[in-house]
């Protein structure tokens, strides 16, 4: 347990940290225990084995447990670190696992506070094969960049707490003016500018219209981390009503955010060997709102094409979103991959139902117009709420269970109900008056 020592840390349903605004992913360690060297009657508490995480506001600490609940999570304020030790390397730190040492202040109650009465020496032991000297340097870096003082200063406070960031392989976090980098399709036109600032500094007068878009890119970045709050506070009590009518529908502000940057995407160069696992975490928590929309079930090529475009510049591949979403199974998350006999790959909720599905279909293929002249793809997909290339699945995956009946003609696919189980196998021409078969009878006779 972090105890009280530490801030405590949010977590999603996902096991991934809830970051502050503004707030970045640099370096990821796994397998990590946080010590405290000073006497044992400090309240600094022992975390053993866990997973820490550098951002440019935090050291965070998760547990291994931390995703299904198991243990709390704390946080180490980089305003909190008054001093980093440089690694003196000997013989024995040869043989021993990496560590790297800070000093912290700490309240006279004992928490962690960034102006404290008094201070410990705090050493991070990395017993996993995460590379210290790179933490180390990422953590002077982020020190010294002391990113939290820029989110509280002056009347931009709001702004600058809503502006979303990436970690860019050719300048890391931080851009040539020492802000934080965007991401999302902002990221994408700073990147463009910087390009041709550094081509042909004489351009810069033909981007005026570039830099004031810009400019109202971190307006437009604040208004969706509202809306983003607002969806997530939810909307039960009158008063919570009366705001959305304010703000406008929940669909539109659904659509607006995904058209914004994702904070902090993992990425390669902060994960390590853990990319994978925390890609995975943060597309289970990525896919709620677009599941939400599509009513629990979704493409994974359009998940694929959301999902990249709220990265902005820090796309990955198809094998990277197939084995983030292969990894679902080992965590406990709400959501799962899924492969229909015909080879199409989605993603839903545990709780889509596919009975509740055949339900609604058998419904509609019971219209007299149905039972006459069958139903296509298109027409299921505007009673299911999805695209028709879904709506055909789930039709297939009906004519499988043995609910519907498939016919191939030159204009496309018809369903019809099934009326097989209809037949009575002893006497085959016998004409039952009652079930589907009568209702079948008498929608055809009354078209004709």
């Given at each position: 347990m972090a105890g009280n020592c530490l801030p405590p840390v949010n977590i999603t349903g996902s096991g991934r940290p809830v970051l502050e605004p503004n707030e970045i992913e640099c370096f990821f360690l796994s397998a990590v225990d946080l010590l405290c060297e000073d006497?044992?009657?400090?309240?600094?508490?022992?975390?053993?084995s866990g997973l820490l995480i550098l951002t440019t506001h935090r050291l965070l600490w998760l547990p291994d447990s931390a995703a299904s609940g198991g243990g709390a999570a704390g946080a180490?304020?980089?305003?909190?670190?008054?001093?980093?030790?440089?690694?003196?390397?000997?013989?024995?730190?040869?043989?021993s696992s990496p560590r790297v040492r800070f000093q912290v202040s700490l309240s006279p109650e004992g928490r962690v506070t960034a102006v404290g009465s008094r201070s410990v020496v705090v050493t991070v032991v990395a017993r996993g094969k995460g590379d210290c000297d790179s933490f180390l340097a990422k953590l002077w870096e982020n020190w010294r960049a002391r990113a939290w003082e820029e989110a509280g200063s002056g009347s931009s406070n709001a702004a600058a707490a809503a502006e979303t960031a990436t970690t860019s392989s050719s300048g890391g976090i931080y851009s040539s003016d020492g802000t934080v980098r965007m991401v999302g399709v902002s990221g994408i036109l700073r990147k463009e500018q910087e390009?041709?600032?550094?081509?042909?500094?004489?351009?810069?007068?033909?981007?005026?219209?570039?830099?004031?878009?810009?400019?109202?890119?971190?307006?437009?970045?604040?208004?969706?981390?509202?809306m983003r709050l607002k969806l997530l506070s939810g909307s039960s009590?009158?008063?919570?009503?009366?705001?959305?009518?304010?703000?406008?529908?929940?669909e539109e502000m659904q659509d607006w955010l995904l058209s914004v940057g994702i904070i902090s995407p993992v990425t390669k160069e902060s994960a390590g060997a853990l990319y994978h696992q925390q890609l995975s975490r943060q597309l289970a928590d990525f896919v709620k709102i677009p599941l939400e929309k599509a009513g629990g079930i979704i493409n994974l090529i359009d998940i694929y094409c959301l999902f990249n475009r709220a990265r902005g510049t820090e796309l990955i591949s198809p094998d990277d979103l197939l084995q983030a979403c292969s990894l679902w199974e080992k965590f406990d998350v709400p959501v799962v991959l899924r492969k229909f006999d015909s080879g199409v790959m989605v993603i839903q909720t545990k709780s889509h139902s596919d009975e509740e599905v055949f339900n609604k279909v058998k419904m509609l293929v019971m219209k007299p117009d149905a039972l006459r002249a069958g139903i296509s793809a298109s027409d299921a997909a505007r009673?299911?709420?999805?695209?028709?290339?879904?709506?055909?699945?789930?039709?297939?995956?009906?004519?499988?269970k043995g609910l519907l009946c498939r016919d191939v003609s030159p204009d496309g696919f018809r369903f019809y109900i099934n009326l097989f189980p209809e037949i009575d196998r002893v006497d085959m021409h016998l004409v039952k008056d009652r079930e589907i078969y009568a209702l079948w009878v008498q929608a055809n006779h009354s078209h004709a």
């Open positions: 006497e044992p009657s400090t309240s600094f508490p022992h975390l053993k180490v304020p980089l305003a909190a670190i008054s001093h980093i030790y440089s690694v003196k390397k000997s013989l024995r730190s040869v043989f390009m041709w600032e550094s081509t042909d500094r004489s351009l810069q007068e033909a981007f005026q219209d570039l830099n004031a878009l810009m400019s109202k890119a971190k307006e437009m970045v604040m208004l969706a981390e509202k009590s009158q008063a919570n009503a009366t705001n959305d009518e304010e703000m406008g529908s929940k009673t299911l709420g999805v695209a028709p290339a879904m709506a055909k699945e789930h039709l297939l995956s009906a004519e499988s």
